[in-house]
């Protein structure tokens, strides 16, 4: 159980725990379904749960194994679920805790109409996220694919279309390419916001309509965000999806279709760019010539990173864009781009920012705001690491080093090294580093993953006005 709150996942109990954990259930089991174990005929398990229990997480995970569920119901509040893909997300690291906060306007919970708060919170070995990784399992496919199959659709149709009955007439919501919201009465005329219910409504239909839109707007405001930070970590992590699952995602969804529209995508082929394409809003394909783009019927889908394209490929795309008018959802075209210079490539330290000053709460805020992770806690609750790996690599950044929760001084930026992602322990008094045979040269690094952790390194020492001799620094 101490390896469970520390953070370990259920996966990684050692076998004499799990032996343990077994036989300290087996009673439970018998308890829940007296003389028998749970019932896996039936068209519907129910699985009681106690929260952060290691136990109860253990066996719940072997009953998923086994029962191998189409759906998996959670119970929470229902206006979480569009933060079911931040939970999932791989970069999602418990402890952590949902706020929720309820007003009782119609005094449903107590006449004096009291505003509610509390904290939902998760641990690694709490249940409900034993639950969501049990579904990616069952599934039979990663946490990234999870996110993918759970995006919401707020309720749009393939047409970006809502409608809102109020009983004697009806509004339509259309959701457009800049994720906003268009409002139309029943004649076509456009609104500039939702109209309350009046008299002649009918007051329940008009009331529910109503609460949807106004809890609509804020659903969509929290997944256009999730939704553009997952892009974002795509296009750094040089993700690709298969052309069904792009399809799926991108043209299916109502929600992913406009980001879609706005992003210019490759056709790979082992990991190489083969063609460039834009999916358009009727629903077609273009070129950069503004062409018609013939899909293919097999290969892999990503979002094409501007270090990949010529110069003239580049100007065209960007011309294209600009004649639609089109603003793209997530720095694409207009992303900085840095590229490895012929001195570097057998080295094994990236030093552009070793010896930069800066506050330590702003390198901390930046770099965690990207995607990084604060390194082991060490002795006195010092750390002086940031890391972030994405699926087969991973980058750590040295510093000077700060204490947990007195990070408000100044530190001094060392240099940053590439490694195979998965081969550093880390954690409280964890003293693992890099071995020799897990790094990586700067030159073995993709051009599109050095570029982007450079680009990241470079925003988060924005602030810094100074930069001492390196690696000289290191022994001040």
């Known amino acids: 159980m101490e390896q469970l709150l520390r953070g370990q996942k259920i996966s990684e109990i050692e076998e004499s725990g799990a032996e343990k954990a077994e036989a300290e259930a087996s009673e439970t089991e018998k308890a829940v379904c007296p003389g028998t174990e749970y019932d896996l005929s039936g068209p519907v398990l129910y699985f009681p749960i106690r929260h952060h229990s290691p136990v109860c997480s253990y066996h719940l995970q072997k009953a998923a194994e086994a029962y191998r569920p189409d759906c998996i119901l959670i119970e929470g509040p229902e206006n979480a679920e569009p933060l079911i893909p931040i939970l999932v997300h791989e970069d999602t690291k418990p402890p952590l805790a949902l706020y929720y906060a309820y007003q009782d306007k119609e005094g449903l919970i107590s006449p004096d109409r009291e505003d509610y708060k509390c904290y939902y919170p998760f641990l690694a070995c709490s249940p409900e996220l034993t639950a969501l990784d049990a579904a990616a399992g069952a599934l039979g496919i990663s946490r990234a694919e999870l996110e993918d199959r759970i995006v919401p659709t707020l309720g749009f149709g393939e047409r970006q279309e809502r409608t809102f009955d109020y009983g004697t007439r009806s509004f339509h919501v259309y959701l457009t390419p800049a994720l906003e919201l268009e409002i139309f009465d029943g004649e076509g005329k456009r609104l500039k916001?939702?109209?309350?219910?009046?008299?002649?409504?009918?007051?329940?239909?008009?009331?529910?309509?109503?609460?949807?839109?106004?809890?609509?707007?804020?659903?969509?405001?929290?997944?256009?965000?999730?939704?553009?930070?997952?892009?974002?970590?795509?296009?750094?992590?040089?993700?690709?999806?298969?052309?069904?699952?792009?399809?799926?995602?991108?043209?299916?969804?109502?929600?992913?279709?406009?980001?879609?529209?706005?992003?210019?995508?490759?056709?790979?082929?082992?990991?190489?760019?083969?063609?460039?394409?834009?999916?358009?809003?009727?629903?077609?394909?273009?070129?950069?010539?503004?062409?018609?783009?013939?899909?293919?019927?097999?290969?892999?889908?990503g979002l094409v990173h501007p270090i990949e394209l010529s110069e003239e490929e580049l100007a065209a795309w960007k011309e294209q864009l600009s004649d639609y008018e089109v603003t793209q959802p997530i720095e694409q075209l207009e992303r900085p781009v840095y590229r490895l210079t012929e001195d570097e490539k057998e080295k094994t330290e990236l030093t552009r920012f070793g010896g930069k000053l800066l506050n330590g709460l702003s390198l901390s805020g930046r770099l965690q705001g990207m995607g990084w992770y604060r390194g082991s806690v060490q002795d006195g609750g010092v750390y002086t690491t940031f890391y972030r790996e994405d699926e087969r690599i991973g980058v750590e950044l040295e510093f000077s080093g700060s204490y947990v929760g007195d990070e408000n001084d100044e530190v001094?930026?060392?240099?940053?090294?590439?490694?195979?992602?998965?081969?550093?322990?880390?954690?409280?008094?964890?003293?693992?580093t890099i071995k020799k045979e897990n790094e990586y040269k700067l030159g073995q690094v993709s051009p599109r993953y050095f570029s982007e952790v450079v680009l990241q390194l470079t925003r988060a020492t924005a602030s810094s006005q100074e930069q001492l001799a390196y690696p000289e620094c290191r022994s001040s």
Do not use: C
């Open 412 to 432: 001094t930026v060392y240099g940053a090294h590439f490694y195979k992602a998965g081969t550093v322990k880390r954690g409280s008094y964890v003293y693992d």
């Open 193 to 301: 916001n939702m109209p309350a219910p009046g008299k002649r409504d009918d007051e329940k239909k008009a009331a529910d309509a109503y609460a949807e839109f106004k809890a609509l707007k804020k659903q969509l405001k929290t997944v256009a965000a999730n939704q553009k930070l997952r892009l974002e970590q795509a296009l750094t992590a040089e993700r690709l999806w298969s052309l069904e699952q792009w399809r799926t995602l991108f043209v299916k969804n109502p929600v992913m279709h406009q980001f879609a529209i706005g992003l210019v995508w490759g056709i790979y082929e082992e990991g190489a760019l083969k063609a460039t394409f834009r999916y358009m809003e009727d629903g077609s394909f273009n070129t950069m010539d503004e062409e018609e783009f013939e899909f293919p019927e097999a290969g892999m889908a």
